[in-house]
Each structure stands twice: as C-alpha cells, then as structure tokens.
C-alpha cells in the first residue's frame, strides 16, 4: 500500500474518532416517557445554591428562608412534555423513582406557595423557557443515595407556560463526601447520619423540621440495638458566656430526646450531648443553632446495650 493511501486512511481514521460524541454520563433517574429533551447542561461549582423554601425576589436579589450553598458536580435537563402528558403526571412519575430508590423529600411547594415563576425561571435555575404561570407550578428537591454510597440531590421544576404547554426542568447533582444536607443522611459503615435538624430559642425551643425529617431519623432508628446520639450545637453570643451556650445547647438537645421518645424512639437507646460553641462546624448546611442526628449500629454480634 502506497504512502498516500496509508496517510488518507489515517486521517479518515482521525475525522471518524472526532466525529463520535464523547459518552455522556449516565443519568441517575431516566427520562420521563411523554417527553422531548430540549437541552441538557453541565452544573458544577463550589458554591451552587439549591432552594429549600419558597423564593421572593427583593430588588434583584433571590431570597430564600432556606436554601444551601454546596460542592456540586451534576446536570440539567429541561423538558418539553407531550400535548398529551400534563405536568402532574410527570411529577408523579419522578416522585415515584424517588420513592423507588428511599429518597428524602426535603422540601417541595405547589402553585403560588412557591413564588414567582418568573423568578425560578430566569434568576434561579437561568431557563427561560420554565416562565409561566405562579399559579401552575411546582418544585420538589430530594436527597439520595445510589448503589454505590454516592450521595446526590435531584430538584424538580415543573410549569405550564402561556402558551399550555409543560416544561419540566430536572437536575441531578452529584455531591461532596462532606456535603451536610439539612434533612438528608448519609452512611458510613455502623454510623448513619448525620440528620441536621436546625433549632431557635432559650428555654422554649423550637425545630426547624418537617414529617419528612421526622421519617428519615425514625427509618435511620429502626436498626435494632442500635444507638441515638442527639448532639446540639449553640453559637455563641455578644453577651453570652460559654457556660451559658453549653447550657442552651443542653436545653435543645433535651427537648429533642423528649421529642424523639414521644415518637416511639426509646429515651434509653440515647445519648444526648450538649455542645454548644465548642465545635466551630457552621456552613450553610450547618447553622450554628443546629441538633445532629447519628444511629450508631451495634458492633457485629454484639449490641449497644448493657
């Protein structure tokens, strides 16, 4: 074979590897079956912000009573559903692979309870084919874990336009190793959690947690023999002494035990730690006025119990 042949062959060798799209990574749920995929995007950064609450827009900043700010490494994928296919089914049909893999629901909002459509179009997730009417929205997120230990946050967006037709907007994000999700447990070997669970007050104390947390720490607790650790965190204020935080921090982590006893979760299994000031671990995942939730599974043939 002569050289040009040799170096034409080689070069129609290079253009059909160049062609062949790279492998995109496979989604974590699949697509919903009455729909077209528009556009897919690459989400990534140290500090992408997911919503836990309803969003107002104050001047042109979004603001949010909840929402955290997280290492992320996932995608995008916005929706056309079919004339045929209406938003609620979509939604139902994700909520159900939701179930199917245990995810925790952490938070979700249905029509104008939500906010501005306009707002979660065009500030929050930057798409402005999701604007439609406040009043025909909803969005979900939830935490989970794949086969592999891997822990991932889904959001879900879902809308009707002016024009009646429904966008869905999902996005699936890959988190850090030491990602803290209010709500949301992760697993290392015996130990699971933690749950964060934030609190306000002095010596009436109240917790900023809803039926689906509550459910979370009830499954985590269903292990038999196994160990409740409530430990409660405190800032530290202006004029408070660290006696005094400690001592705040003991006050929620008590009502939290009677709280969790109430529920069934036996006073005996815990072991409840006021901690106040004295671990700086504060992040947006991580309020300082926070309760942590670990079950610690009993050693292999034996158990915690004495």
């Given at each position: 074979?002569?050289?040009?042949?040799?170096?034409?062959?080689?070069?129609?060798?290079?253009?059909?590897?160049?062609?062949?799209?790279?492998?995109?990574?496979?989604?974590?749920?699949?697509?919903?079956?009455?729909?077209?995929?528009?556009?897919?995007?690459?989400?990534?950064?140290?500090?992408?912000?997911?919503?836990?609450?309803?969003?107002?827009?104050?001047?042109?900043?979004?603001?949010?009573?909840?929402?955290?700010?997280?290492?992320?490494?996932?995608?995008?994928?916005?929706?056309?559903?079919?004339?045929?296919?209406?938003?609620?089914?979509?939604?139902?049909?994700?909520?159900?692979?939701?179930?199917?893999?245990?995810?925790?629901?952490?938070?979700?909002?249905?029509?104008?309870?939500?906010?501005?459509?306009?707002?979660?179009?065009?500030?929050?997730?930057?798409?402005?084919?999701?604007?439609?009417?406040?009043?025909?929205q909803e969005y979900?997120?939830?935490?989970?874990?794949?086969?592999?230990?891997?822990?991932?946050?889904?959001?879900?967006?879902?809308?009707?336009?002016?024009?009646?037709?429904?966008?869905?907007?999902?996005?699936?994000?890959?988190?850090?190793?030491?990602?803290?999700?209010?709500?949301?447990?992760?697993?290392?070997?015996?130990?699971?959690?933690?749950?964060?669970?934030?609190?306000?007050?002095?010596?009436?104390?109240?917790?900023?947690?809803?039926?689906?947390?509550?459910?979370?720490?009830?499954?985590?607790?269903?292990?038999?023999?196994?160990?409740?650790?409530?430990?409660?965190?405190?800032?530290?204020?202006?004029?408070e002494t660290v006696?005094?935080?400690?001592?705040?921090?003991?006050?929620?982590?008590?009502?939290?035990?009677?709280?969790?006893?109430?529920?069934?979760?036996?006073?005996?299994?815990?072991?409840?730690?006021?901690?106040?000031?004295?671990?700086?671990?504060?992040?947006?995942?991580?309020?300082?006025?926070?309760?942590?939730?670990?079950?610690?599974?009993?050693?292999?043939?034996?158990?915690?119990?004495?």
């Amino acid at each position: 074979m002569s050289i040009p042949v040799l170096f034409q062959l080689r070069s129609l060798l290079v253009l059909m590897v160049l062609s062949v799209p790279f492998a995109a990574q496979a989604n974590l749920l699949p697509d919903f079956p009455m729909s077209t995929l528009e556009e897919e995007r690459s989400i990534r950064g140290a500090s992408h912000r997911v919503m836990l609450s309803a969003i107002r827009e104050v001047g042109d900043e979004v603001r949010a009573e909840r929402s955290i700010r997280l290492s992320v490494d996932g995608t995008g994928r916005l929706y056309l559903l079919d004339p045929d296919a209406a938003r609620q089914d979509a939604r139902a049909w994700y909520l159900e692979q939701l179930q199917a893999r245990n995810a925790t629901i952490l938070f979700q909002c249905e029509g104008r309870e939500c906010g501005r459509s306009n707002v979660w179009a065009n500030q929050v997730f930057d798409q402005a084919s999701l604007y439609g009417r406040d009043a025909n929205q909803e969005y979900l997120v939830a935490a989970l874990e794949d086969e592999d230990g891997q822990r991932w946050l889904v959001t879900l967006y879902t809308v009707t336009r002016g024009n009646r037709r429904d966008h869905l907007w999902l996005e699936e994000l890959k988190l850090s190793d030491d990602a803290a999700i209010p709500g949301g447990a992760a697993s290392r070997g015996r130990i699971a959690g933690p749950v964060i669970v934030p609190w306000e007050g002095d010596f009436t104390v109240r917790f900023d947690w809803g039926v689906e947390t509550r459910r979370r720490i009830e499954t985590m607790a269903e292990v038999e023999g196994s160990q409740v650790v409530i430990a409660a965190f405190a800032g530290l204020g202006d004029s408070e002494t660290v006696e005094e935080s400690i001592a705040r921090a003991e006050r929620a982590a008590a009502t939290m035990s009677d709280l969790l006893d109430r529920s069934g979760i036996s006073r005996s299994r815990h072991l409840v730690r006021g901690i106040g000031p004295l671990v700086d671990m504060a992040s947006p995942g991580r309020p300082e006025n926070r309760i942590e939730i670990l079950v610690i599974a009993p050693p292999a043939g034996g158990s915690t119990d004495e």
